[in-house]
C-alpha cells in the first residue's frame, strides 16, 4: 500500500517538476510551447521575447530573390506576412541570415510589417522590409483591406 502511495506521489512530482521547467524554459527559448495556437503553420519556429512571443515560418524563394514570412503572436493571430528583403541590400536573406527574432507592426497591418534578424549570440542584426513584386519597399497605398486572408 505504502510503496503504491510512495509511486503516486513521485509520478505526481515528476510531472509537476516537468510542468515548472516548460514555464521555465519556453521564455529563454530552451524549449518550444507545448502547443501551437490553432492557424499557425507546422513548420513555424517559436521566438520568446521578454514581454511575449512569436511565432515564424519564413523561406528563402532563390527563384525570386525575396524572403516569404509569415509570423503569428502567441494568441495565433497573423501579424506579418508576405515578401522580405533586407533593408537597404535590395536581396533576400540567406538560410544562415534568416533567423527571425522579433517583428515590429505598423498601422498599416500585417503586410507592413518589419521582421528583425538574430545576428550572433541572439543580439539584434539586419530588418526584413517587405517588398511588392518588383522587390521593392511596400509603400502604405501599396497595401489594401482584406490581404492575406
Do not use: Q
Not at 517538476?17 to 513548420?43: D, K, M, N, Q, Y
Not at 498601422?107 to 542584426?125: E, M, R, T, V
Request: charged share 25%; with cysteine.
Amino acid at each position: 500500500m505504502w510503496k503504491r502511495i510512495a509511486a503516486v506521489c513521485a509520478v505526481v512530482l515528476y510531472i509537476a517538476a516537468l510542468w515548472l521547467l516548460c514555464l521555465i524554459a519556453v521564455p529563454f527559448g530552451l524549449w518550444e510551447p507545448l502547443t501551437r495556437p490553432s492557424g499557425v503553420s507546422w513548420r513555424a519556429h517559436y521566438v520568446p521575447t521578454l514581454t511575449s512571443g512569436a511565432w515564424f515560418d519564413c523561406s528563402v524563394d532563390r527563384k525570386r530573390d525575396v524572403d516569404s514570412c509569415k509570423a503569428w503572436d502567441d494568441e495565433g493571430h497573423l501579424i506579418a506576412f508576405g515578401n522580405y528583403r533586407l533593408d537597404g541590400e535590395n536581396r533576400a536573406a540567406t538560410e544562415f541570415e534568416l533567423r527571425p527574432s522579433m517583428v515590429l507592426g505598423t498601422p498599416g497591418g500585417p503586410k507592413l510589417a518589419w521582421i528583425y534578424l538574430f545576428k550572433d549570440y541572439n543580439s539584434f542584426g539586419r530588418t526584413l522590409v517587405p517588398v511588392n513584386g518588383e522587390g521593392r519597399p511596400l509603400e502604405r497605398f501599396e497595401v489594401s483591406i482584406g490581404d492575406g486572408k
